[in-house]
């Protein structure tokens, strides 16, 4: 089993900055691929960053240019930088692990954007 401990969340005015963190803890697996997906209410879920093991990234259209995604190998731990947020980032942003297991997805901690 893997677990996804999530954390950063909260709520924040427009144009300032949050940093999300998800903790990856379990069985023995390798990790492929770790990200973030985000979804808000009444819309579909979408992907903000991902991270695959060799270090590239891709990041959805809507966050490029203001979010970062980065991983901590020896802590098995992702992070995503968010700045210059907007009312429409506010949702609940969901970590994904991609290992040998299989995918996980953590619980989710919301971030809403005031403006």
């Known amino acids: 089993q893997v677990q996804l401990v999530e954390s950063g969340g909260g709520l924040v005015q427009a144009g300032g900055s949050l940093r999300l963190s998800c903790a990856a803890s379990?069985?023995?697996?390798?990790?492929?691929?770790m990200g973030w997906y985000r979804q808000a209410p009444g819309k579909q879920r979408e992907l903000v960053a991902r991270?695959?093991?060799?270090?590239?990234?891709m990041y959805g259209d809507s966050v490029k240019g203001r979010f970062t995604i980065s991983r901590d190998n020896a802590k098995n731990t992702v992070y995503l930088q968010m700045n210059s947020l907007s009312p429409e980032d506010t949702a609940q942003y969901y970590c994904?692990?991609?290992?040998?297991?299989?995918?996980?997805w953590g619980q989710g901690t919301q971030v809403t954007v005031s403006s």
């Open positions: 994904t692990l991609s290992s040998s297991l299989g995918i996980h």
């Open positions: 379990g069985s023995t697996f390798v990790i492929n691929a």
């Open positions: 991270i695959i093991s060799g270090g590239s990234t």
